[in-house]
């Protein structure tokens, strides 16, 4: 597999080569567009169906929202194996397989959704692939070409994200409004078959050292060859210069078993406290990010403020929060993740009471702003110290068992809100429990530690 991995990806590598460009950086480019795409099957990429599909097929809100809920439950119980895949197969090869799958999945959709099963089967198939697999192999694939700029890289990586979530509302409703919504579905299966599948084939590489590198583009370790084993001319103490060689040599061992702390899988992971502390926060920002997003035109009409501004919301919240992915990138390489990801709880907390008592325009939009910010700077965080404290040899299927954490996550933080609505007749409650959410996850980051903190990468 590797020698294959090679020889596809040969003339993008003797490119890099010859321009004297760390492949890594190809290899980000690659995994971002990835991202980027992982919103034909994002909450935020089909939304723009489901006004259709209540309207063609005489669906039920509830309808759309339980078939939606089952798809996203289901997909979120497959995630640990794919997983599992991706650490067995590559990243390269696994990419190909999940973007072909994500192509079949649109075409499916445009051809077959006529009733509530196949509806179900297309969700299921979107947030499988696209929002699930399509995203936890450029968080997998990343941190093994980058460590000591892997905080920079994983803000890179997110931009995708974020741009995707900018893009994907937008142009699927003009495509659906011109040309239909099955027309839609066909054009993004062409734009992940066409645009993907042959990128990741021809430039993808799975780890550095398939190529002869290492991580961050750090000069590989080559032997003296004035000082070879061979070589009897003695030193200055009278010892011969091959004893000193053997004697510098088994300290280098030593030196190295030091500095390169132990691989968990995903086992050994969850018996970990670290493992827990990150899965709650994981948990907790998908739990109340989605939850908010979902149900925010509610909240803005509950505040009395014009139904106008949650539009501007959500706009308030991609713009502040695509710069702040590359301000957290480099703010993580310089005071270290678990301070950001305590700030990111911190400013989430301040645009929670924003949206709680801003009772004017410009505190709403205050509150999308910080909780962008916040979003971002915790997930990068928390991208950046899974394979920090885990290491990155198991880190396809560690990943796995936290994306199924936030998916789930994803779908039980709108029916938390919603049954809370339900019960009390306002959002003030479903907002305090999701600050105290907030303050707990804030002071569980501060009391973060490593397993591996002994040996620090960073």
């Given at each position: 597999m590797k020698d294959q991995n090679r020889l596809d990806s040969a003339l993008c590598v003797g490119i890099a080569i010859r321009h004297k460009i760390f492949y890594g950086y190809i290899t980000l480019a690659i995994a971002t567009v990835?991202?980027?795409?992982?919103?034909?099957?994002?909450?935020?990429?089909?939304?723009?169906?489901?006004?259709?599909?209540?309207?063609?097929?005489?669906?039920?809100?509830?309808?759309?929202?339980?078939?939606?809920?089952?798809?996203?439950?289901?997909?979120?119980?497959?995630?640990?194996?794919?997983g599992s895949l991706v650490d067995r197969h590559g990243c390269r090869e696994s990419t190909m397989v999940i973007a072909s799958g994500l192509a079949l999945a649109c075409g499916f959709n445009a051809i077959f959704v006529s009733d509530w099963l196949s509806c179900a089967v297309g969700f299921f198939g979107m947030r499988l692939l696209g929002q699930g697999a399509m995203s936890l192999v450029p968080k997998t694939i990343v941190p093994r070409w980058f460590r000591k700029s892997r905080g920079k890289a994983m803000g890179i990586l997110a931009t995708g994200w974020m741009a995707s979530q900018a893009f994907f509302p937008a142009i699927n409703t003009r495509i659906i409004v011109d040309f239909g919504w099955r027309f839609a579905w066909k054009f993004w299966a062409c734009c992940v078959l066409v645009g993907v599948v042959p990128l990741v084939y021809l430039g993808m590489v799975n780890l550095p050292e398939d190529i002869g590198l290492l991580?961050?583009?750090?000069?590989?370790?080559?032997?003296?060859?004035?000082?070879?084993?061979?070589?009897?001319?003695?030193?200055?103490?009278?010892?011969?210069?091959?004893?000193?060689?053997?004697?510098?040599?088994?300290?280098?061992?030593?030196?190295?078993?030091?500095?390169?702390?132990?691989?968990?899988?995903?086992?050994?992971?969850?018996?970990?406290?670290?493992?827990?502390?990150?899965?709650c926060c994981n948990l907790e920002g998908a739990l109340v990010h989605t939850a908010v997003t979902f149900h925010v035109f509610s909240i803005v009409k509950e505040q009395q403020v014009p139904l106008s501004v949650a539009p501007a919301w959500l706009a308030a919240r991609s713009v502040v929060g695509l710069p702040v992915n590359l301000l957290a990138g480099w703010l993580i390489d310089l005071i270290g993740s678990h301070y950001v990801m305590c700030g990111g709880f911190g400013l989430q907390a301040v645009g929670i009471l924003c949206l709680q008592f801003g009772f004017d325009n410009t505190m709403i939009l205050l509150s999308g702003g910080l909780l962008g910010a916040s979003s971002s700077l915790a997930n990068i965080a928390l991208s950046t110290l899974v394979p920090t404290a885990f290491g990155t040899l198991h880190l396809g299927s560690i990943n796995g068992l936290f994306s199924a954490i936030g998916v789930f996550g994803s779908a039980l933080g709108p029916l938390m809100f919603g049954t809370l609505f339900d019960s009390s007749g306002s959002y003030s409650s479903s907002l305090n429990v999701s600050l105290i959410f907030c303050l707990v996850c804030t002071l569980a980051a501060c009391s973060y530690n490593s397993p591996r903190s002994v040996h620090t990468e960073m």
């Open positions: 990835c991202a980027f795409f992982s919103g034909v099957g994002q909450t935020y990429g089909i939304s723009a169906f489901i006004p259709v599909y209540l309207a063609e097929f005489g669906w039920s809100q509830s309808t759309v929202s339980s078939l939606y809920a089952v798809a996203t439950c289901s997909s979120a119980l497959m995630q640990p194996t794919v991580p961050d583009g750090d000069p590989p370790e080559t032997e003296d060859p004035e000082h070879s084993v061979d070589s009897a001319v003695p030193n200055v103490d009278g010892r011969p210069a091959d004893d000193t060689r053997r004697h510098t040599a088994v300290e280098t061992r030593q030196q190295k078993m030091q500095a390169n702390p132990p691989e968990y899988d995903s086992k050994s992971a969850a018996k970990t406290r670290a493992f827990w502390i990150l899965a």
